[in-house]
């Protein structure tokens, strides 16, 4: 079936380059998006990549798409303390739905300064 | 406008009680859906609907009933509480169905059941 993978942790020093990595198996999915998760609070979502792109640059995020390893990468520059917080990987399509998304389990990114 | 609202922000059930989780919001958005977060597991799809009157099942439908009378509303019915449902829950929605546009999310309930 269909499946998001991400890593559970990633501890940074502020300053450095954060990476947050994923995997998905469904190959049709139309878009692919990064949420944020603050403690407490809900998803909010943080930059999404369409399908035919290989990348996507908005400020300090970096979005790498590899379709052929189906491979998501976020890229998180100068990372800051107000960075800490959960990362979700997530795709599209469920059941025949484009309007379902399929989340990873997140990476809890902490960010030390 | 207030965007995705939940209610309430936490409760605390007994085994076999039921209750309401509710959601509603005032964008007029189309789409609407329930997931549980549980440590670990990331998000799980418990039921959605595409419109009003219109519902169906996620991923981890079982033990939740959903109704859509109205498009504003989606509330998620726990007919007799397991503690396996000790979780938090988000309601999220978008304006359609099938498009880019992102989820918004409430700030979520986060359940016990003892």
């Known amino acids: 079936g269909e499946d998001v993978e991400q890593s559970l942790f990633l501890s940074v020093r502020e300053g450095d380059s954060s990476v947050i990595n994923c995997t998905y198996t469904?190959?049709?999915?139309?878009?692919l998006y990064w949420y944020k998760q603050e403690p407490g609070a809900g998803l909010q979502l943080l930059t999404y990549i369409f399908s035919n792109m290989d990348m996507k640059q908005d400020q300090r995020l970096t979005v790498l798409l590899n379709k052929k390893d189906k491979h998501l990468s976020l890229r998180i520059a100068d990372t800051q303390t107000g960075d800490s917080a959960i990362y979700f990987c997530?795709?599209?399509?469920?059941?025949?739905?484009?309007?379902?998304?399929?989340f990873g389990k997140g990476t809890k990114l902490s960010v030390k300064p | 406008n207030a965007g995705v609202t939940q209610t309430p922000k936490f409760q605390v059930l007994k085994t076999g009680q039921s209750m309401t989780l509710q959601c509603a919001q005032d964008m007029n958005h189309e789409y609407m859906s329930w997931y549980r977060q549980d440590p670990g597991m990331g998000l799980r799809l418990i039921h959605y609907s595409v419109g009003a009157g219109i519902t169906d099942q996620g991923e981890v439908p079982n033990g939740y009933n959903v109704s859509r009378s109205t498009t504003e509303d989606f509330p998620l019915r726990l007919l007799s509480a397991a503690p396996s449902q000790t979780s938090v829950y988000f309601c999220?929605?978008?304006?359609?169905?099938?498009?880019?546009?992102?989820?918004?999310f409430g700030s979520g309930t986060q359940l016990s059941v003892l």
């Open positions: 997530a795709e599209t399509g469920y059941g025949g739905s484009q309007g379902n998304l399929i």
């Open positions: 999220a929605s978008r304006p359609q169905v099938a498009t880019n546009e992102k989820l918004f």
């Open positions: 469904d190959s049709s999915s139309t878009y």
